[in-house]
C-alpha cells in the first residue's frame, strides 16, 4: 500500500512530445482513472511511473520514495499491458501463479500461492476455468486471466492500460461492476487508463482527463462530470456528445445565433462577446408539447421541433431544431415523431457556460459557470 506522486512528468519520443508536466498526487487506495483519446499518452504515463521510458523527466514518488531513476523492478509496481502474454503451455492456474514462484515477490507456500490466485479468479469470474489452457478460452477470458496475472502479484501500485478493452459490451460491464468490488477490497493503490468514458465515471475515485500529454483537469466523477474545465471534457464524457451552442454577449445576456436561446450569464464570464452554451443531451428533459409555458424560470425551457428521430437500443436520440439551431436530446418516450413540437427543459445549474468560441485560438473553451435563472427561447 502506498501512494503515488508525479512531479512535473515528461516524456519525449524523438522530437515527439508525449507528456508534459503532469503533476498528481494519487492516495493510498485510490483507484485514480487517466481517460483521453488515443495517443494522448495514457500508455506513456503508465511506462513512466513502471520506469519504461528512457529520458523521462520529473519525478515519481512511491509510498514517499523518490523512485526516479530506479529499475523497473525496484518499484514494486504490478503493469498491464493492453496487449497480454500467457504462457500457452501452462494452465490458468500455473499461469496466475507463476509470478508469485519467481522469489522476487518473497516466498509463497503452495496453499499461499491457491489462497490467492482463487482469490483473483474468483474475482474475475474464472475460477471455473483454472484447469484450461490459453487455447481454450475466450478472448474475454484470456483477457481476464492475463489482468488476474497482473493482480495476484502484491504490489504497490497497479498500472493497468485498457484492460477490458478486447471484451464485449457486456462482459465489459459484468467485468467493470467486478473490478470495482476487486479495488474496493484489495484497497491498493491503482493507476487505470482508459478511453471510455463510462468506465471512468464508473471506476475512478477521481479521473484524471489527459489530451495532448496533458492533465486539463482531475477532479471526482462528479466534479468533471458537473463542471468541466473546458468543452474538451465536456464533450469527452457522455454521449451523445455535449451540445455546444455559440451565443453573443450583450449587457450580461448570452443570446444564441439566430436570436433563438437567451440565458443571463454569471458575472465570472470574462470580457469577450462569444460564449458556447453547453448542454447535455440527458439533461434536456422533454416536457411534451401541451407543457405550461415557462414556470417562472425555474429551468431553462426551450421549445423547438423534432427533425430527426434516431434509435439508440430502447431510447432514442432526437435532433430538435430550437429557432434555427439544432438541440441533441435522448428520450426513452416512444411515441415522439419527426415534424412533433417538443418543449425542452433544463435546470439552470446544467447550462455550462464556456468563454470563447470554438475556433478561438485554443480549440478548447474554458468553462467560467453555470447560467443565472433567466431566459428562455423567444
Ligand atoms: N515508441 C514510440 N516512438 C515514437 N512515438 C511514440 C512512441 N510511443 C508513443 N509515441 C507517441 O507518443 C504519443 C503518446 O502515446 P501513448 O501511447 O502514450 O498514447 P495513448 O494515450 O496511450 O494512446 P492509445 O489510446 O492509442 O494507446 C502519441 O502521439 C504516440 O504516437
Not at 499518452?41 to 523512485?67: E, F, H, Y
Not at 464524457?237 to 450580461?252: D, F, I, K
Request: proline share 5%; glycine share 12%.
Amino acid at each position: 500500500m502506498s501512494s503515488l506522486e508525479l512531479r512535473g512528468l515528461g516524456a519525449r519520443y524523438g522530437r515527439k512530445t508525449a507528456l508534459s508536466g503532469l503533476d498528481v498526487e494519487v492516495a493510498d487506495g485510490e483507484f485514480f482513472v487517466v481517460l483521453g483519446p488515443s495517443g494522448a499518452g495514457k500508455t506513456t504515463t503508465l511506462k513512466c511511473v513502471a520506469g519504461l521510458v528512457d529520458g523521462a523527466t520529473g519525478q515519481v514518488v512511491i509510498g514517499g520514495r523518490d523512485m526516479t531513476g530506479a529499475e523497473p523492478y525496484e518499484r514494486n509496481v504490478a503493469m498491464a499491458f493492453e496487449s497480454y502474454a500467457l504462457y500457452p503451455q501452462r494452465t490458468v492456474e500455473q499461469n496466475l501463479a507463476s509470478p508469485l514462484r519467481s522469489g522476487r515477490l518473497g516466498v509463497w507456500t503452495p496453499e499461499q500461492r491457491r489462497a490467492r490466485v482463487a482469490d483473483v479468479t474468483r474475482t474475475l469470474g474464472i475460477d471455473h476455468l483454472l484447469g484450461r489452457y490459453p487455447r481454450e478460452l475466450s478472448n474475454g477470458q484470456r483477457q481476464r486471466t492475463a489482468l488476474g496475472r497482473v493482480l495476484v502479484r502484491p504490489a504497490d501500485v497497479y498500472l493497468l492500460d485498457e484492460p477490458l478493452s478486447h471484451l464485449d459490451a457486456k462482459l465489459r460491464a459484468t467485468m467493470r461492476a467486478e473490478l470495482k468490488q476487486l479495488s474496493g477490497m484489495a484497497r491498493t493503490t491503482t493507476v487505470y487508463v482508459t478511453h471510455d468514458y463510462q468506465e471512468a465515471l464508473a471506476l475512478g475515485d477521481r479521473i484524471g482527463v489527459l489530451r495532448e500529454g496533458r492533465l486539463v483537469q482531475v477532479g471526482t466523477p462528479a466534479q468533471v462530470w458537473d463542471t468541466p474545465a473546458d468543452t474538451f471534457v465536456a464533450r469527452s464524457l457522455g454521449q451523445p456528445e455535449t451540445n455546444l451552442l455559440e451565443a453573443r454577449v450583450h449587457a450580461g445576456l448570452a443570446t444564441t445565433d439566430g436570436g433563438g436561446i437567451t440565458v443571463a450569464l454569471p458575472g465570472t464570464v470574462p470580457d469577450t462577446d462569444r460564449v458556447l452554451l453547453g448542454l447535455r443531451p440527458r439533461d434536456l428533459r422533454l416536457l411534451g408539447p401541451s407543457a405550461p409555458r415557462e414556470d417562472a424560470g425555474r429551468e431553462l425551457v426551450l421549445r423547438g421541433r423534432v427533425v430527426l428521430v434516431e434509435r439508440l437500443g430502447r431510447s432514442r436520440e432526437l435532433s430538435v431544431d430550437v429557432s434555427g439551431r439544432t438541440v441533441i436530446t435522448v428520450t426513452d418516450d416512444p411515441r415522439v415523431r419527426e415534424g412533433d413540437d417538443v418543449t425542452l427543459a433544463v435546470g439552470w445549474d446544467r447550462v455550462h457556460v464556456f468563454a470563447g468560441r470554438a475556433e478561438d485560438r485554443s480549440p478548447y473553451a474554458p468553462r467560467v459557470g453555470g447560467a443565472l435563472p433567466v431566459g428562455g427561447t423567444r
